[in-house]
């Protein structure tokens, strides 16, 4: 949720590699950047989910505000390039919204909604992309556990729920955990010096597992 960076101190640089149910043409790869300075923040990511014949490649690039200690928006522009073999590709553009609020000191809420305006595939095809709303719920715990509730609904598409806990046993390392609607996960975070380094597995009740591995790089402007 990009309005939760607004609320984030400092920038960062990373990258997630994520391949599903060990399936070679199932390749998720991101690289992403978050600048922030006072109030004001500022994404850019670029993302691959599938193979070099099929897939889709996405750009996004955004910009959030903080106002005062506790709320932020974040506005940002989508560009989609869907691939497939030798048809021609479907050049599509949208926008993501989200805004966050920190409650109380434990307590922060979050929504998002992707292509409210309900732009189509090839801008001007048949295809409308998919609308997707979500509602994220954050608790914290002192500084030993972060917990989250969140719920996504896709139209057209179903409905999901997971809840997710991070859990800080000492400084040198994060165990992730989550259970949701469709899969359940697991995961080990490592920090060093200005590197967060992570791998993580999950298990999807219909199909089988799925694992991930990230790398971010923290600094300041």
């Known amino acids: 949720m990009a309005a939760m960076g607004g609320m984030v101190e400092g920038c960062s640089v990373s ?8 399936i070679s043409e199932l390749m998720y790869n991101l690289i992403g950047a978050h600048l922030s300075r006072g109030e004001n923040g500022a994404w850019l990511s670029l993302s691959h989910d599938g193979w070099m014949q099929f897939g889709e490649m996405r750009l996004d690039a955004g910009y959030a505000r903080r106002f005062g200690k506790r709320f932020s928006i974040a506005l940002g522009g989508v560009y989609l390039l869907k691939h497939a073999g030798q048809y021609t590709p479907a050049h599509s553009f949208t926008i993501d919204f989200s805004s966050y609020c920190q409650i109380t000191s434990t307590i922060g809420l979050g929504i998002r909604l992707f292509n409210p305006i309900l ?3 090839g801008v001007t095809g048949d295809e409308i992309i998919p609308m997707e709303f979500a509602f994220r719920m954050h608790y914290s715990r002192g500084d030993k556990i972060l917990a989250h509730l969140v719920v996504e609904k896709r139209l057209p598409g179903g409905l999901d729920a997971a809840i997710g806990l991070l859990y800080f046993p000492v400084p040198t390392l994060v165990l992730t955990g989550g259970c949701g609607l469709r899969k ?16 993580q597995t999950d298990w999807s009740y219909r199909i089988s597992f799925s694992t991930a591995a990230m790398i971010l790089y923290r600094f300041q402007l």
């Open 119 to 121: 732009m189509r595939y």
């Open 184 to 199: 359940i996960g697991f995961g080990i975070q490592i920090p060093w010096k200005h590197f967060l380094f992570g791998v």
């Open 15 to 22: 990258y997630w590699f994520q391949n599903d149910y060990f």
